[in-house]
């Protein structure tokens, strides 16, 4: 199992992106889904995660503003960011783990870097 993750880049603050992440590979659809964040000097943090039932975990810095949905047709899991603030400046990891995945799998990042 692969994870491919897309669409991060420079916004300005108060605008959005959109993260896509898509699986290769038999996954089940039983997993949960999620996307983590990193800043520089900080730890990995848990951004959001949706399970295989629908239901979803928001860290309280982003509740209100993002939005996770998953796509089991094509194994895909998308972040919805809005109003984006200098603070959600990271790099943006999506992970699967759960079902009957062996392990925990983590995409390769991708870079938000939102602008004052």
């Known amino acids: 199992v692969q994870l491919q993750a897309s669409g991060g880049g420079l916004v300005q603050a108060g605008g959005s992106l959109r993260l896509s992440c898509a699986a290769s590979g038999s996954i089940g659809s039983l997993s949960t889904m999620g996307w983590y964040r990193q800043a520089p000097g900080k730890e990995r943090e848990l951004v959001a995660s949706?399970?295989?039932?629908?239901?979803?975990n928001y860290a309280d810095s982003v509740k209100g503003r993002f939005s996770i949905s998953r796509d089991n047709a094509k194994k895909a899991v998308n972040l919805q960011m809005n109003s984006l603030k200098p603070e959600d400046t990271a790099v943006y990891y999506c992970?699967?783990?759960?079902?009957?995945?062996?392990?925990?799998?983590w995409g390769q990042g991708t870079l938000v870097t939102v602008s004052s």
């Open positions: 992970k699967f783990w759960g079902g009957y995945l062996p392990r925990d799998y």
């Open positions: 949706i399970t295989s039932y629908g239901t979803t």
